[in-house]
């Protein structure tokens, strides 16, 4: 089930507007000054540089061309770095614990199998296109320098000119690269971060949806008055694209992600001052990079930017601690809200225990007076599990060995309806695991619910495997079940997985930063893994 199929967050839409915008813009200013030009100012404005090496100057070839086709050129890159290389960089955390197998073909070939496995090669094929693409785009960087800057090449032999040309071209192109995929990779970890609990994190994902808004809007701005000249003087744009958004930035950075994560501290508190130092350094590098004529100028750039962002920083601490009751108040509902709403969406998925609970009693002892042990016995296990969900089911925190005796409990009905079907399967490797911690109640059977939901067919050969361990101080829980295709007639068919959207959101809650979580589908097996640290 994909928690993010409805997602709130818009800050890749509106950055496809902005890249749009960008390069609309740019081919739209360049065909512009045609008509708002005669040629004379157009040889004015570019040819001074050509004419003194006493080249000969085309607007259309030397300017035109160049522009246009770098700019269609750099927005296919974007939806190649997009669509298919950040996809794949991005699978890195989704390897499997002993699920990596590589091998040799007779043909020399290396083959990668496990999921672990899929997963690495995945990542390579998106590095090597990230490689490839840095290659092409340095390329045709390369020739729109060499036709908009021919005078720089004046006296030089065909190999000079060719290597200094995708020299220059190579290097843009390769900062360029890797700037965007750290940030693209930043993008999709904060992304990732707010939508794994959306209601809580509701106000942190409105405030990036209106700041990407904003920057769109700001950026358009810049290019509209760059492109078409409505402004000449290159310091308003070193100010306008380099040095007010970082500033703008980690600002907003510090105001609503740094300071109400301190509490009480104030802003020398070491860990308000390591976290305002270390984004002031991440906002600065790409900006520098950008402003930096070269690479001599790219230190003290980033240096300037840096100062700037901690003056910045201390301002909006001035401004934040007279209002800090407010950020924190706001924080606190919030996260009282999202605790709410989980435990509020828990207990409606769950049916009422008392009246299963006594209706199981009379349904056992009628199964004992008529002598069905084999049904007796099903019944006893299924009142042992309504007795967790009516006295367990509703503290904080619970010992482990109850939760794993639920789940025995659970997996042992189910086996009563499969064990007469010889083309079911069901292995279970369920360990005393760490019996002396606790855990939240109901964090584990929602999985083995959906394993036996959807992974059990009496038409199909079917199986469902459960391995519960325990790694040092931590919990691995796997489960893994064969798919089959729901029938057209099946009233489960458009239901997803019993409560697995709600384990999520009270995993982020109760162990935000003690568990793991991966999830994979493909034609005929469904796996999930869970790793907890109680």
Aim: charged letters at 20%.
């Amino acid at each position: 089930m994909d928690i993010k199929k409805h997602n709130p967050m818009k800050w890749r839409e509106n950055e496809l507007v902005l890249v749009t915008a960008y390069c609309l813009l740019g081919i739209a200013g360049a065909w512009w000054k045609i008509f708002d030009r005669s040629g004379e100012e157009l040889r004015e404005l570019y040819a001074f540089a050509f004419t003194e090496k006493h080249i000969p100057f085309d607007y259309f070839s030397n300017v035109l061309l160049p522009e246009t086709g770098l700019l269609a050129l750099v927005y296919l890159c974007y939806f190649w770095m997009n669509l298919y290389i950040l996809p794949r960089l991005m699978q890195v955390d989704a390897a499997e614990p002993g699920g990596f197998r590589v091998s040799f073909t007779l043909r020399g070939r290396l083959d990668f199998s496990g999921p672990a496995g899929q997963t690495l090669k995945r990542f390579v094929w998106g590095g090597i296109n990230a490689v490839l693409l840095m290659i092409l785009l340095g390329i045709g960087w390369g020739v729109a320098l060499y036709y908009e800057r021919a005078y720089d090449f004046v006296g030089m032999d065909w190999t000079s000119t060719a290597n200094r040309v995708l020299g220059m071209g190579w290097r843009f192109a390769a900062q360029a690269v890797v700037l965007y995929i750290a940030y693209g990779i930043f993008r999709e970890l904060t992304i990732r971060k707010l939508l794994q609990a959306p209601r809580q994190n509701a106000y942190y994902i409105a405030l990036v949806n209106q700041v990407c808004i904003y920057a769109a809007i700001y950026f358009s701005i810049g290019c509209v008055l760059y492109f078409f000249s409505i402004i000449n003087e290159k310091d308003f744009y070193f100010t306008f694209f380099g040095v007010a958004p970082p500033l703008a930035f980690g600002g907003i950075t510090a105001l609503y992600f740094i300071f109400p994560g301190v509490g009480e501290g104030g802003f020398w508190h070491r860990k308000n001052l390591r976290r305002v130092l270390l984004s002031g350094f991440l906002w600065s590098i790409p900006f520098s990079v950008w402003m930096a004529d070269n690479s001599h100028d790219l230190v003290p750039v980033q240096m300037g930017l840096w100062c700037g962002q901690f003056v910045v920083a201390f301002v909006v601490w001035l401004f934040y601690r007279g209002r800090r009751d407010q950020f924190m108040r706001l924080r606190g509902l919030e996260a009282a809200l999202g605790r709410s709403e989980a435990d509020l969406q828990f207990l409606r998925s769950q049916i009422n225990p008392h009246f299963l609970f006594n209706a199981l009693n009379t349904l056992y002892g009628t199964a004992l007076q008529e002598e069905a042990a084999r049904t007796a016995g099903g019944i006893q296990q299924l009142g042992d599990m309504m007795r967790f969900m009516l006295h367990e089911n509703h503290q904080d925190k619970i010992p482990m060995s109850k939760e794993v005796e639920y789940l025995k409990n659970y997996i042992a009905l189910q086996q009563l309806r499969t064990d007469l079907s010889p083309s079911i399967r069901i292995e279970t490797q369920i360990d005393d695991v760490l019996p002396d911690a606790v855990i939240a109640p109901m964090l584990l059977i929602p999985f083995v619910e959906n394993a036996f939901k959807h992974g059990i067919s009496l038409r199909e050969p079917s199986w469902v495997n459960i391995r519960l361990q325990g790694e040092g101080k931590k919990m691995l829980f796997e489960i893994r079940n064969s798919v089959h295709a729901r029938q057209g007639s099946d009233p489960e068919k458009e239901k997803s997985g019993i409560g697995l959207k709600n384990v999520l959101h009270r995993l982020n809650l109760l162990y935000p930063a003690r568990h793991g979580f991966y999830m994979n589908q493909d034609e005929r097996e469904f796996f999930v893994q869970l790793m907890i640290e109680p």
